[in-house]
Structure formats: structure tokens, C-alpha cells
């Protein structure tokens, strides 16, 4: 058995709100929250989008490269876990913490904020530094206001950018590389995303419909999710992780979902379990056409019908390179102080789509009846880049 890592304390933002408690009870209320549809992140163009309506930490104190929306979500994640940051680095020493975030929007808004004021000034605008853009800006910016010395580096694999920097922390402290690690990961609304996925005609016009007949693509969100992860324990344990890559399409995954079942009976294998111990899948769930068959194929294909499902991106957004910290972050809330067991919902409008594989999709107000044990959370990335984390409570 592989040595035992533990998620201790969580920070996190997101549209459900902004903190653990905000987002556990609008994440289990009995009305799904009303997607904002506008044309502020896309001008001339209205969508529907999921911003943190939080009031962020100013990031005026770092350095100009540093300085962004995408590390103010960050740091304000990090604000509500800094008391046990500091313990540990007290505890461990400054060169025994370390960083590892995903991403993949980084400072981009910043550097489009920038473009626009050139176009109108023919001057790039003084608070503007195309540092803010770089991609291992955010483990810099988290390193700077910790005082932490251990390895810093950001993992920016499009959507299993999070799940994978977890996964990352996990292998630092069983090579005895760090002690405790702040893991997670952020992304922040910006055009330039909402136009790329726009133009690949994923984008929906109304909130995101997983597994729907008639879904027609994502709505995009904005999130930042923390932990501490350390071999002390903790309420959750990181039980298992699996990584594949389909390489198979610059976009579009695997068909028959191979690769997705791949990494998740990695996982498994790692955690010791059979596909029966696990009580509820975070689904990717981006509702795409592709996606969504590509992923019922491989749960199906492991689970069967047996297992509570849900995607929780019709309520958060697609937060992209946050989206596994993000999901890692509600597989966690599902696992603690919840003594019924109650699921994740996947909130839908219309009826399942009927070619897809039958799956249990967890309604709102379902529950198992029990706390959860074992959670299973899949992220899939452009290129095949699959990860799959297995949550424990403890």
C-alpha cells in the first residue's frame, strides 16, 4: 500500500460561492443557481458565464509580473488556509513546503486588458507586464506571500491541470521531496478562452446540460482551489490517483473511452478498491457531444449502472485548468460534515440522452443515507490528458 497523503485544510472560490460554507450549501440547495448570461467577458457576444462575485484580495503588494485576477483568486483561497500553511511551515520548515497549482488562463485577461489599451493609446498600459501571462506566475505569487522555499511549478495540462498538480503534490511527499504542499489550482474568465472554445462550436448559449438530449457544449467559469496536503492526517486522504493520455486528437478524445478507463482503474489499483467501493463519480461532465459519450462508454464500461453519478459544472461553470482542484474541492465537501450522504446533484433540463450508455445519475436531493466513504473524480483534457483522483474520508 502506498503511503498515506492527506487533504487537511481547503481554501476555495467559485460561482457557488466563496468559502467551504458558501459553496456546501448553495452546492446541496434545492434550487440550482441561476446562470448569468452576458457579453462582459466577450463583447458583442452574449453568453452564459460563471464569475466568482466574491471581492478578491488586492495583489498591488507583488511584484508587477505577479499581478493578476487569476492569482488574487489564488490568494484569496489561500487567505482561508494560511493559519495551517504557516503551522506547517513552522512545523516542517520554509524549504520543506512547496507549491504545485494548475492552470491554464493564467494573466491572459491582463495581456488582453493591455492589447486593448494599446489599440487605443498606441501605449501599452504602465501597470501591464507580459510576466502576468507566464504560467508559472501563480506557484510564484503563492511562494512570495508564503515565505515558502520548497520546488514551486505549475502544471498546465488545459483541464487536468488541477487534478494533475494534486497528483503531483502526492508524489512530492512520498519521495520524501517536501513536507506539506499547497496544491490546487486556478483560472480565471477571460476572453480569450470563451472565443477559442466559441470557435470550436463547444460553447453552449444557455448553461451547460450534461449527459442532456440536445446538450450543445460548455459554459465557462472562473474558480480557485487550495489544499494543504501533507502525510499528517487529515479529514480526506488522496487514496488513489490515475493518469493516461489518448493521444489521439488535439481536441477531441478517444471515442470508445479507453483512455478515461484507463486512468480511473489506475486509480483504483493505487487505492486498493474495487469499483463497488466507491460511492458517488464527479464526472467530468462538460456537456460536449463527445465528451459526455466518451465518459459514460468508461463508466459504464467499469461501474456499470451501480454507482451515483453527477457533473456539477451546470452550477460551477467549466473552470478549465481549476476544474479538478474545483471538483477535488466538492468530492471533499461531500465527504465531510455530510452525514446523510448527500450527492453532488446533476441538475438537468430534458431528458437523458437516450444513446448513451445507462448510468445512476444522482438527482437533487439524493443521498446514500450514510456518510460517503470513497469518491471517484475524473478530469479529461484536450490531447488525451486524462487524470482521475480518489477521495477517502477518514
Known amino acids: 500500500m502506498t503511503e498515506a497523503i492527506y487533504l487537511n485544510a481547503l481554501g476555495l472560490l467559485c460561482a457557488l460561492g466563496h468559502d467551504v460554507p458558501s459553496v456546501r450549501a448553495a452546492l446541496f440547495a434545492e434550487q440550482a443557481p441561476v446562470v448569468a448570461i452576458s457579453d462582459a467577458v466577450l463583447p458583442g457576444k452574449t453568453l452564459p458565464i460563471a464569475p466568482v462575485q466574491a471581492s478578491l484580495l488586492a495583489v498591488d503588494a507583488l511584484p508587477p509580473p505577479l499581478r ?61 507586464d507580459v510576466g502576468q501571462q507566464e504560467m508559472g506566475s501563480p506557484a510564484l505569487a503563492v511562494r512570495a506571500v508564503l515565505g515558502c522555499e520548497g520546488p514551486a511549478y505549475v502544471v498546465s495540462t488545459a483541464c487536468s491541470s488541477s487534478a494533475k498538480a494534486i497528483a503531483s503534490a502526492a508524489r512530492l511527499l512520498r519521495m520524501g521531496l517536501a513536507d506539506a504542499v499547497v496544491a490546487g489550482g486556478a483560472d480565471s474568465l477571460c476572453g480569450f478562452t470563451v472565443a477559442g472554445f466559441a470557435s470550436l462550436e463547444s460553447v453552449s448559449a444557455t448553461a451547460a446540460n450534461p449527459l442532456a438530449d440536445g446538450r450543445d457544449g460548455i459554459h465557462i467559469g472562473e474558480a ?42 489506475q486509480a483504483l489499483a493505487m487505492a486498493g478498491l474495487d469499483a463497488s467501493a466507491i460511492d458517488y463519480i464527479n464526472l467530468h461532465g462538460t456537456a460536449t457531444e463527445q465528451n459526455d459519450a466518451m465518459e459514460s462508454i468508461a463508466v459504464a464500461s467499469v461501474f456499470g449502472d451501480a454507482v451515483p453519478v453527477s457533473s456539477t459544472k451546470r452550477l460551477t461553470g467549466h473552470t478549465l485548468g481549476a476544474a479538478g482542484a474545483l471538483e477535488a474541492a466538492l468530492s471533499w465537501i ?19 440522452d ?3 450508455p445507462s448510468l445512476r445519475i444522482a438527482a437533487p436531493g439524493d443521498r446514500v443515507g450514510r456518510p460517503l466513504r470513497h469518491v471517484l473524480s475524473n478530469s479529461f483534457a484536450f490531447g488525451g490528458s486524462n487524470a482521475t483522483l480518489i477521495l477517502a474520508a477518514t
Open 334 to 352: 461531500a465527504l465531510t460534515d455530510n452525514p446523510q450522504g448527500l450527492l453532488p446533484p446533476h441538475w438537468m433540463v430534458g431528458p437523458v
Open 354 to 356: 437516450s444513446r448513451l
Open 68 to 128: 493578476s485576477r487569476n492569482n488574487a483568486l489564488l490568494l484569496s483561497a489561500l487567505a482561508q488556509i494560511r493559519g495551517d500553511v504557516d503551522a506547517a511551515m513552522a512545523r516542517y520548515g520554509t524549504d520543506r513546503v512547496a507549491v504545485v497549482l494548475g492552470t491554464s488562463t493564467s494573466g491572459i485577461a491582463e495581456a488582453e486588458r493591455a492589447i486593448a489599451g494599446y489599440l487605443r493609446t498606441n501605449e501599452v498600459p504602465p501597470d501591464f
Open 224 to 265: 480557485a482551489a487550495l489544499f494543504l496536503v501533507t502525510r499528517e492526517p487529515g479529514p480526506v486522504r488522496v487514496a488513489g490517483h490515475g493518469e493516461s493520455s489518448d493521444a489521439h486528437h488535439i481536441s477531441a478524445p478517444l471515442p470508445d473511452g479507453s483512455g478515461a478507463r484507463a486512468s480511473m482503474l
